[in-house]
């Protein structure tokens, strides 16, 4: 298969920076010879098999582990016993390959020769239906195709039945590496069209409890919210390892979810409470795998009315959070405390635990006695710590005055929707790397009319110097860097997100099962599982 070279910047080394070894427990070192059923527990399934509903990360699970993207973030080699760190790399999933044209109008992609779960071959009118009604059903999907650079209003142009070029009003520096995303999910459309109605012209009601596309996989069961379960399409004519059949269970309760690893009945796990990852490092026959990250842990709010409209009351709260004690209290020590909003930029003020200045500023925007607050949070993003996390917080902001009501949300879709929406007032939130170029993941939530960007900040200089940032070209380091600190700093000025925690990706699996490591996305592709 052909590698392709993500179009990434120099901020990506700075990032790297914040990149420590990653290791795993190696209670017992004998290899799987043969794996033919692997069982995953996780916090949380998503309400359908498309992004649509978006379930947070229950749908990236889901998503990313069927894998019927274009393309895909490389996989490092894993021994089962430890994890690489993550790729700045994509190659090709679906796709042979994708490459910008010869006169820099879009991007060439050749399709594998792949066949879906009913017998039909993949083929261009498939990437073009699927892009087509996936900005229907999802507009985040829309924004997304748009910030990468594609021309949402005429994206697809067939070649032949094998070749598409995805057209283009710029190339910036993550528009190839964009085709991994979740979101860009290919059916088949031949099967799919049989189920559009004039009601839903997507077929996304039959498409999100059934599996028309070119995983590899055959839905056996899907019960939302609760489990999936698929076996191998013998037919499938793709890479995948040993693995049979993959069983996905949400499973709530961390203790149990400890219990079934602790047994063997489960075989790849993740979302403990962290001081949960140190007891099962002592588990035979179980490896924790802890591995880099790029991902953090945050705290957005919602800066349209109320105290928190003013930006020295966000500064107030900021420098009103230890976070180092949060590490310490919350994830037993499996991550590091942010000093700014980006890993790898220079260190914020606001950042600096300061329990006085804190209240000096609540003093002088007309908060001296407080006011309260509404946090909410939820166990299914970013995981149980979440819990952990907001009663510290409420405890350290009674400390300056603010009276914190916390709110728990348990459903995964729900609290997407909420997020979406801006039904919040503050939340706790984890900001996956769904692509990696800091070009795109500042512009999800900090751009001037990005679908995700709901906390009402927006900064005309931010937009200019991230729109600057994704055309400069990867050999540039010096200007990319310098751009994403001056980012970073009007970012926290602002302070309509404080990032918290630069976290790892922590996962369980069973000693020797090769492939399951987390992807630079944080999920695992189960056609990986054995190989």
Same mark, same amino acid.
């Given at each position: 298969? @052909?590698?392709?070279?993500?179009? +990434?910047?120099?901020?990506? $080394?700075?990032?790297? /920076?914040?990149?420590?070894?990653?290791?795993?427990?190696?209670?017992?070192?004998? $290899?799987?010879?043969?794996?033919?059923?692997?069982?995953?527990?996780?916090?949380?399934?998503?309400?359908?098999?498309?992004? &649509?509903?978006?379930?947070?990360? #229950?749908?990236?699970?889901?998503?990313?582990?069927?894998?019927?993207?274009?393309?895909?973030?490389?996989?490092?080699?894993?021994?089962?016993?430890?994890?690489?760190?993550?790729?700045?790399?994509?190659?090709?999933?679906? &796709?042979?390959?994708?490459?910008?044209?010869?006169?820099?109008?879009?991007?060439?992609?050749?399709?594998?020769?792949?066949?879906?779960?009913?017998?039909?071959?993949?083929?261009?009118?498939?990437?073009?239906?699927?892009? *087509?009604?996936?900005?229907?059903?999802?507009?985040?999907?829309?924004?997304?195709?748009?910030?990468?650079?594609? %021309?949402?209003?005429?994206?697809?142009?067939?070649?032949? *039945?094998?070749?598409?070029?995805?057209?283009?009003?710029?190339?910036?520096?993550?528009?190839?590496?964009?085709?991994?995303?979740?979101?860009?999910?290919?059916?088949?459309?031949?099967?799919?069209?049989?189920?559009?109605?004039?009601?839903?012209?997507?077929?996304?009601?039959?498409?999100?409890?059934?599996?028309?596309?070119?995983?590899?996989?055959?839905?056996?069961?899907?019960?939302?919210?609760?489990?999936?379960?698929?076996? !191998?399409?013998?037919?499938?004519?793709?890479?995948?390892?040993?693995? @049979?059949?993959?069983? =996905?269970?949400?499973?709530?309760? +961390?203790?149990?979810?400890?219990?079934?690893?602790?047994?063997?009945?489960?075989?790849?796990?993740?979302?403990?409470?962290?001081?949960?990852?140190?007891?099962?490092?002592?588990?035979?026959?179980?490896?924790?795998?802890?591995?880099?990250?790029?991902?953090?842990?945050?705290?957005?709010?919602?800066?349209?009315?109320?105290?928190?409209?003013?930006?020295?009351?966000?500064?107030?709260?900021?420098?009103?959070?230890?976070?180092?004690?949060?590490?310490?209290?919350?994830?037993?020590?499996?991550?590091? #405390?942010?000093?700014?909003?980006?890993?790898?930029?220079?260190?914020?003020?606001?950042?600096?635990?300061?329990?006085?200045?804190?209240? @000096?500023?609540? $003093?002088?925007?007309?908060?001296?006695?407080?006011?309260?607050?509404?946090?909410?949070?939820? #166990?299914?993003?970013?995981?149980?710590?979440?819990?952990?996390?907001?009663?510290?917080?409420?405890?350290? /902001?009674?400390?300056?005055?603010?009276?914190?009501?916390?709110? %728990?949300?348990?459903?995964?879709?729900?609290?997407?929707?909420?997020?979406?929406?801006?039904?919040?007032?503050?939340?706790?939130?984890?900001?996956?790397?769904?692509?990696?170029?800091?070009?795109?993941?500042?512009?999800?939530?900090?751009?001037?009319? &990005?679908?995700?960007?709901?906390?009402?900040?927006?900064?005309?200089?931010?937009?200019?110097?991230?729109?600057?940032?994704?055309?400069?070209?990867?050999?540039?380091?010096?200007?990319?860097? #310098?751009?994403? %600190?001056?980012? !970073?700093?009007?970012?926290?000025?602002?302070?309509?997100?404080?990032?918290?925690?630069?976290?790892?990706? =922590?996962?369980?699996?069973?000693?020797?099962?090769?492939?399951?490591?987390?992807?630079?996305?944080?999920?695992?592709?189960?056609?990986?599982?054995?190989?």
């Amino acid at each position: 298969m @052909k590698r392709l070279r993500l179009l +990434t910047g120099g901020a990506a $080394a700075a990032l790297a /920076l914040s990149l420590v070894a990653c290791g795993g427990s190696t209670s017992q070192t004998a $290899a799987v010879q043969s794996v033919d059923n692997v069982v995953v527990a996780v916090g949380a399934l998503p309400d359908s098999l498309t992004p &649509a509903p978006w379930g947070g990360s #229950a749908s990236h699970v889901v998503l990313s582990g069927l894998g019927s993207q274009l393309l895909e973030y490389k996989p490092g080699a894993s021994d089962g016993k430890s994890c690489p760190a993550p790729t700045t790399e994509v190659s090709g999933r679906l &796709a042979e390959s994708a490459k910008p044209s010869a006169d820099g109008t879009g991007i060439v992609v050749t399709l594998r020769k792949l066949t879906s779960q009913y017998g039909n071959t993949l083929s261009a009118e498939d990437v073009r239906w699927s892009l *087509d009604i996936g900005m229907k059903r999802q507009p985040v999907m829309k924004g997304t195709l748009k910030s990468s650079g594609f %021309n949402i209003d005429n994206l697809v142009k067939v070649i032949d *039945d094998h070749t598409v070029q995805l057209n283009t009003t710029q190339l910036t520096s993550y528009t190839v590496q964009s085709l991994q995303n979740n979101l860009f999910y290919i059916h088949d459309s031949v099967e799919a069209k049989k189920h559009v109605t004039p009601d839903d012209p997507t077929a996304n009601a039959w498409l999100s409890k059934n599996l028309a596309d070119y995983s590899g996989w055959k839905l056996e069961e899907f019960t939302p919210g609760a489990s999936l379960t698929v076996t !191998a399409d013998p037919k499938w004519e793709g890479e995948r390892g040993p693995v @049979k059949r993959v069983v =996905v269970k949400a499973v709530q309760s +961390t203790a149990t979810r400890s219990q079934l690893v602790e047994s063997g009945e489960v075989q790849v796990a993740n979302g403990f409470e962290y001081d949960q990852y140190k007891s099962l490092e002592k588990t035979p026959g179980v490896t924790v795998l802890n591995c880099p990250s790029q991902t953090r842990d945050t705290m957005m709010f919602n800066t349209k009315t109320g105290p928190l409209a003013d930006p020295r009351v966000r500064h107030a709260i900021s420098m009103a959070i230890d976070r180092n004690a949060l590490v310490r209290g919350a994830y037993a020590g499996f991550g590091e #405390a942010a000093t700014s909003i980006f890993p790898g930029v220079d260190a914020s003020a606001v950042y600096k635990f300061d329990q006085a200045g804190a209240k @000096k500023l609540l $003093a002088d925007a007309g908060y001296a006695n407080g006011f309260p607050l509404t946090l909410s949070y939820s #166990a299914t993003r970013p995981g149980p710590v979440a819990a952990k996390s907001a009663v510290l917080i409420q405890s350290m /902001l009674k400390e300056v005055g603010i009276d914190v009501q916390l709110q %728990n949300v348990a459903s995964s879709t729900d609290f997407s929707t909420a997020l979406l929406e801006g039904r919040y007032q503050a939340v706790l939130y984890s900001e996956p790397i769904v692509i990696a170029d800091p070009a795109f993941y500042s512009y999800a939530f900090y751009g001037t009319g &990005a679908p995700s960007n709901t906390t009402g900040w927006s900064n005309p200089d931010f937009d200019k110097a991230r729109a600057e940032l994704a055309a400069t070209p990867d050999t540039q380091t010096d200007k990319r860097t #310098a751009l994403l %600190n001056k980012m !970073a700093g009007l970012v926290d000025d602002g302070a309509p997100i404080l990032s918290l925690v630069e976290t790892k990706g =922590v996962l369980v699996a069973k000693t020797g099962l090769t492939g399951a490591v987390p992807l630079t996305n944080g999920q695992i592709y189960f056609n990986a599982l054995g190989r």
